[in-house]
């Protein structure tokens, strides 16, 4: 185990929460439903904190366990005009991307690092056939596109591509903590079908381990149709940290 929050404290906090609130056989949760609560909290703290850390010091410096800095991505031909710089599979958000060029020769000492010039596909085909604004390597200047598969870059046989570099928050870990639940021999599985023998921890920033248990208590009891008795609560939870709006 690493230095993050233990998965098994989150559980252990999200029932303590709910206890002082909900009790009664009937409204106890299985652990694995837990488990898929917190996953799901988390995933809306992620990406609510990624907007933040633009404009935020504190949301960035809780994200900095999920920078990834400098990644070279896989590079694969689409056809004679195009590269595929494939993102990684634990891509989440580029926050830069720079590409070494050369001319299409190569020649030695040619070499130069630019910046992509990352445009939506409307703007991007009106730039490839104006000479002022394609891609140029004299000029420094490399058009692309993103995708949910990578960046498209059209270096339109006038730039050799030698290798795309881009910095990145990945995705977090899923939360796991099989040693919670009683399988009776049988084993824990992810929502993928995959079996998780080992329990995981949180990964941000240690003052946000509570807002994940406080956010999957409410997210349980909006399912559970409690938001009678916690309709203050989520309110003030959510209007408090700017995020009442973020599920629907």
Not at 103 to 111: E, R
């Amino acid at each position: 185990m690493g230095l993050g929050v233990p998965t098994t404290k989150l559980v252990y906090d999200f029932l303590r929460k709910r206890d002082g609130i909900v009790t009664g056989a009937e409204n106890r949760i299985p652990v694995v439903d837990i488990i898929s609560y917190l996953n799901e909290f988390q995933e809306i703290w992620f990406n609510n904190s990624v907007k933040e850390a633009e404009r935020n010091q504190e949301a960035s410096n809780e994200l900095r366990p999920f920078l990834k800095l400098k990644v070279a991505l896989e590079l694969k031909k689409v056809d004679d005009n195009t590269l595929l710089a494939k993102y990684p599979i634990d891509f989440h958000t580029r926050l830069s991307a720079i590409s070494d060029i050369c001319g299409i020769d190569c020649c030695v000492n040619t070499d130069k690092m630019v910046n992509l010039r990352i445009l939506p596909l409307d703007k991007l085909h009106k730039a490839r056939k104006n000479p002022f604004q394609r891609s140029d390597y004299q000029f420094e200047r490399l058009l692309a596109h993103t995708s949910t598969d990578g960046l498209y870059i059209y270096h339109d046989n006038k730039i050799n591509v030698k290798e795309v570099v881009i910095d990145y928050y990945r995705k977090p870990n899923e939360l796991h903590a099989p040693s919670l639940e009683d399988c009776d021999g049988k084993h824990y599985y992810n929502y993928k079908g995959e079996i998780i023998t080992e329990d995981t921890e949180f990964e941000g920033g240690i003052y946000s381990d509570n807002f994940i248990s406080d956010g999957a208590s409410i997210l349980a009891a909006a399912d559970k149709k409690e938001i009678a008795s916690f309709d203050l609560a989520i309110k003030r939870f959510l209007q408090s940290r700017d995020l009442y709006s973020i599920r629907d």
